[in-house]
């Protein structure tokens, strides 16, 4: 399978997210996590030799992605429409995170309207003090006729700040939201499996 993150937004977990899903792929079969973003956060956080899969540049990713049976496709932020409705093509589910933040989730709605089917949107950073934000982000994104993953993602700052830091998966911080956090994740990845046509 081939799925991407992207987003014409930045900072809303798409790095994080990439790095989830191919965590949970890897637990099912080999995969590969294509770096494409020039800031590397993701070649960044695999760094120290602690992820459970391969993270690699885009050049590498080309011949690479052959000997894998998943690719994840991170990208940077701030792509034009018509860049997103490419990566969409090009991938089997483009997964598309967004904050519940109206000001995140407007011009994501936005953007999604012209995507071809194949993309799901992602709530990601849900703040457990205001689930009126959350509930408000999916009731618009669903009356827009939007696909939107059942699962989202807790807003643990802290949890993911140590797992970027050490260079590992959320579930191995010592931090007892990792866990929880990586229970979204596994969520989502099984949606993502089940709907695998
Ligand atoms: N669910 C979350 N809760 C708290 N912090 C998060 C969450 N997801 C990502 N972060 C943090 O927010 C920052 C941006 O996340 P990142 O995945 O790099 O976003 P993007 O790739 O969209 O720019 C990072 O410091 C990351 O650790
Ligand atoms: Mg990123």
Known sequence: MIVATASVKGGVGKSVTAIHLAAFLQLHAPTLLVDGDSTRSALQWAKPGLLPFRVCDERQGIKLTREFEHTVID????????????????CDLLVVPTTPN???????????????????????????????????????????????????IPKFSAAF???????????????????????AYKEIGEELISEQV
């Not at 990208?75 to 090009?90: D, S």
């Not at 990601?124 to 993953?149: H, N, V």
């Open 161 to 183: 700040e140590q797992a970027s830091t050490q260079g590992v998966v959320v579930s191995q911080v010592k931090n007892s939201y990792g866990i929880v956090a990586w229970q």
């Open 102 to 152: 109206a000001l995140a989730f407007r011009p994501v709605i936005e953007m999604a309207l012209g995507l071809p089917s194949n993309f799901k949107i992602l709530l990601t950073f849900c703040d457990g003090r205001s689930k009126l934000a959350t509930e408000q982000a999916r009731r618009a994104i669903t009356a827009s006729g939007l696909p939107l993953f059942k699962a989202q």
């Open 75 to 90: 990208t940077p932020g701030g792509l034009a429409q018509e860049e997103v409705e490419n990566l969409a093509k090009g």
